[in-house]
């Protein structure tokens, strides 16, 4: 009886916990060339961070760094707006994390792997593919570089994400290869209903 007890008790506070639920209304860009980079040591660096394992600052460095080897007028842009909506438990460790975009990006694959990382400063989920890996929605496209990062800092109560898609044919064909970068912040709040 006593452990019956114990269970409805632990059952009932696992049920009415107060978990934080957040909203971040972002807005920014969403940009997609089809040009190739040279031959240089921009690509070579591009090499180098497709091979790291982890993300590093001097491989987000190089990476940067490829992208300005693109004219401004290489990359198509557009205006996108993006809704995060994170719960997250009463020890700060994620529950969930979803997002809706508009205009939805086509390159995105929601089945793409993730991790989730935590910080006296917030909360970043990084939703990554490896070198190689087929694109699920497209099958005639392997994955170059895939990394789309959420994150919220608790004392700003700002949101914002960061997502660079870079694509290759099969055929490795010129100038047929799209690279695709997001970038969007905003505020964030408590979620609540409004109506």
Same mark, same amino acid.
């Given at each position: 009886m006593r452990l019956i007890l114990i269970l409805g008790i632990l059952f009932s506070n $696992?049920?009415?916990a107060d978990n934080k639920k957040i909203i971040c209304e972002l807005s920014g860009s969403y940009s997609i060339t $089809?040009?190739?980079i040279k031959k240089t040591y921009l690509s070579e660096g591009i090499e180098f961070f497709k091979n790291l394992a982890q993300q590093t600052q001097q491989s987000l460095f190089l990476?940067?760094?490829a @992208? %300005?080897?693109f004219a401004q007028e290489d990359w198509q842009k557009d205006n996108i $707006?993006? #809704?995060q909506y994170w719960e997250i438990d009463d020890q700060d460790n994620l529950v969930s994390m @979803?997002?809706?975009f508009e205009p939805s990006p086509i390159w995105l694959n929601p089945q793409a792997s993730w991790s989730a990382e935590k910080s006296d400063l917030g909360m970043s989920v990084f939703h990554t593919m490896q070198n190689g890996e087929i694109h699920p929605m497209f099958k005639n496209y392997n994955v170059d570089i895939y990394r #789309? %990062?959420?994150s919220f800092n608790w004392y700003t109560g700002k949101g914002k994400l960061e997502g660079d898609i870079w694509l290759k044919t099969? %055929?490795?064909s010129k100038n047929k290869n799209p690279k695709v970068e997001i970038r969007a912040k905003g505020s964030c709040e408590a979620q609540k209903r409004k109506f």
């Open positions: $696992y049920m009415f $089809y040009k190739d990476l940067q760094r @992208k %300005t080897s $707006y993006i #809704v @979803k997002h809706t #789309v %990062t959420n099969e %055929t490795n």
